[in-house]
Structure formats: structure tokens, C-alpha cells
């Protein structure tokens, strides 16, 4: 699927109306100021990811995207460690950046996974009409590019596009860089793009 400047620009406002939600109840977790921006969004080609997924260490939270449309494809959160120890540092106090991935972290991946997914499905089910539930999450702390590829090759026929959320996320501390990746089958795919065509016509 070929996005166009406006459809662009439209995913990515639909983007950051999810990224505004989690931000909010972030901040109310952590109890400080957290702003969770799209600047980017791109969609490709699932055979290219490989191209747009590095081999940094990251937290992947995988969900199974699921309500009414059923086994609609997957979507996943990616951190890097740097990003998943800030936030660990903050909801705990603690301040040890140069430390390993411990059980804390991946609680704390977990808990923050569900959140930016709920909130992003919820701006998504709002626009379509339609209810989507994430499954309860798995996690893999792992090369980003293995992680991946062991959910692609999962999906081997059900999906043909990844949409690739890139956010920054802004707190007390400077600024840090995710993704979120939605791999949706092809019905869903198809209501995205006749939510992206609804979007536009205000603007066409």
C-alpha cells in the first residue's frame, strides 16, 4: 500500500491522537510529564521490514490484535534498553542508567506496552467503528531484527503491509525513540484504508 503526502499526514494525526492518550496516563503513572509525539509514519512492504528495524537491543511487547475483528494481525511496541530503563528509573526513583535489563525493566515494559497499545487500538476502533482488544502481551528482550522476525514468520500469507509508527517520547530526562509496528491482515488493512479515504474527504 502507496501512501500519498495527505494520507500520510492523516495516519500520522491518527498517530498522534493514540500517542496523546498514552502520554496522558503515562504521566499518571509516573507522575511527571510525558509527551509521546508521531513524527513519522511510514508503511512498507512486509518482506522489506528487515530495512527498517535495527539490531539494537530492544524490549518488543507483541499483542494480538482481537474483538471484532478477529485475529485482525498483530501490534507491536519496540523500545530500546536506554528508553525501558529511563522509564523504569522513573516510576521507581531510581537512577542507575548504565544498568542491565532486570525483572523491574520488564515488568515495567509490560505495564507500559499495554498502555501505549490500549490507547492506540481504542483511537483506531473509534475511527473504524469498530471494538479492537489487545491479547494479553508477550515480551522478548532481543535483537529488534530477530524479535521480528520471529513474529513475521508467524504471519507468513496473512499480512502484506507494516505500518511503522515511529514516536519520540519527552520526559524529565532528553528525548527517546520507539516504534510501533502494526501488522494488520488484509480485512483490517482494508478499513484502514477506507478510514484514511474518510479522513481526507475534508480535505479533498
Do not use: W
Request: glycine letters at 6%; one cysteine or more; charged letters at 15%.
Amino acid at each position: 500500500m502507496k501512501l500519498d503526502t495527505i494520507q500520510k499526514d492523516a495516519l500520522a494525526e491518527f498517530g498522534n491522537i493514540g500517542a496523546a492518550h498514552a502520554a496522558t496516563t503515562l504521566s499518571q503513572m509516573l507522575m511527571c510529564p510525558i509527551e509521546i509525539t508521531v513524527p513519522d509514519v511510514q508503511v512498507v512492504d512486509i518482506a522489506e521490514i528487515h530495512k527498517y528495524v535495527s539490531n539494537e537491543i530492544s524490549a518488543m511487547i507483541v499483542f494480538q490484535i482481537q474483538g471484532e475483528v478477529a485475529d485482525g494481525g498483530y501490534v507491536i511496541v519496540s523500545m530500546p534498553k536506554q528508553t525501558i530503563i529511563q522509564l523504569t528509573n522513573l516510576m521507581l526513583g531510581t537512577g542507575d542508567p548504565d544498568r542491565d535489563i532486570n525483572e523491574m525493566d520488564r515488568s515495567a515494559a509490560i505495564e507500559i506496552g499495554n498502555i501505549m497499545i490500549s490507547a492506540f487500538l481504542d483511537a483506531t476502533a473509534e475511527l473504524l467503528g469498530i471494538v479492537m482488544l489487545p491479547s494479553p502481551p508477550a515480551l522478548a528482550i532481543d535483537m529488534a531484527h530477530a524479535a521480528f522476525e520471529s513474529v513475521v514468520a508467524q504471519m507468513a500469507g496473512e499480512v502484506n503491509d507494516v505500518i511503522i509508527f515511529n514516536t519520540m517520547l519527552t520526559s524529565e530526562a532528553p528525548p527517546v525513540y520507539g516504534g510501533i509496528f502494526m501488522l494488520p491482515n488484509v480485512d483490517l488493512m482494508h478499513q484502514l484504508s477506507l478510514m484514511l479515504e474518510r479522513l481526507m474527504e475534508p480535505l479533498s
